[in-house]
């Protein structure tokens, strides 16, 4: 069974960009969720989906979006990039109780 | 809001040692979770605890959450060199969709 895949692995944007992370969960799960990791605030949840809908939300500014598809695959958006949103960015999927699989995640770097 | 407090942060132990490290909670939650995470990957659960006073290994991992859910622990015996990472400890409360409260981490390094 493959496990998330998410894309790129690595990318580089500067500031003021926008840039689209994906995630595939593993098959059948239906929740994907994502978490922001970096050195000082450690590992930040950021939103999940069910079945194409938000169910819960973390504490990020609006610059960060993000939707589900009905093949359950994920994208999150940050607009207008700050320096601050240099990070690795987690996705998880889960069947439905909140036991999480992560990926290997998208390493953003903010110039 | 909930918070997990890891400790410690970091360890340095020798190869064929014990190690321990704990979380501890402002809060109760309903299921505790270990992951570790190797450089450059996402973190990989080890072990999930989902009762009070439960005890349970993940082969050389035993972990434990104590019955008032607001702390856990994880223990590493005979401590070999693909142990090193960094642990972190989990939290859920029950009602949060996808929302984990995660721990600070506790990095271990092993040396041969």
């Known amino acids: 069974k493959a496990g998330v895949t998410q894309t790129p692995r690595y990318l580089i944007k500067t500031r003021g960009q926008q840039v689209t992370l994906s995630c595939s969960p593993i098959?059948?799960?239906?929740?994907v969720s994502w978490y922001q990791q970096t050195p000082g605030q450690g590992l930040q949840f950021l939103f999940e989906y069910f079945s194409e809908t938000q169910r819960n939300k973390g504490n990020f500014p609006g610059r960060f979006s993000g939707r589900q598809f009905s093949n359950s695959r994920s994208e999150m958006n940050v607009s207008t990039l700050e320096l601050g949103d240099s990070a690795l960015y987690l996705c998880?999927?889960?069947?439905?109780?909140?036991?999480?699989?992560f990926g290997a995640g998208s390493r953003l770097t903010v110039l | 809001g909930q918070q997990l407090n890891q400790s410690p942060q970091s360890m340095f132990i020798q190869e064929g040692e014990d190690v321990s490290m704990n979380c501890t909670s402002s809060?109760?939650?309903?299921?505790w979770l270990w992951y570790k995470q190797d450089p450059g990957e996402g973190p990989v659960l080890l072990i999930a605890?989902?009762?009070?006073?439960e005890l349970t290994s993940n082969g050389r991992l035993p972990a434990h959450c104590i019955i008032t859910r607001k702390d856990s622990f994880l223990n590493i015996s005979a401590s070999i060199p693909s142990d090193v990472g960094i642990y972190f400890c989990?939290?859920?409360?029950?009602?949060?969709?996808?929302?984990?409260?995660f721990g600070q981490g506790t990095i271990l390094t092993v040396h041969p």
């Open positions: 098959s059948g799960h239906r929740s």
């Open positions: 809060s109760i939650f309903n299921t």
């Open positions: 989990a939290g859920e409360a029950g009602t949060s969709y996808g929302k984990l409260t």
């Open positions: 998880a999927s889960t069947q439905g109780a909140n036991v999480l699989t």
């Open positions: 605890l989902y009762k009070a006073g």
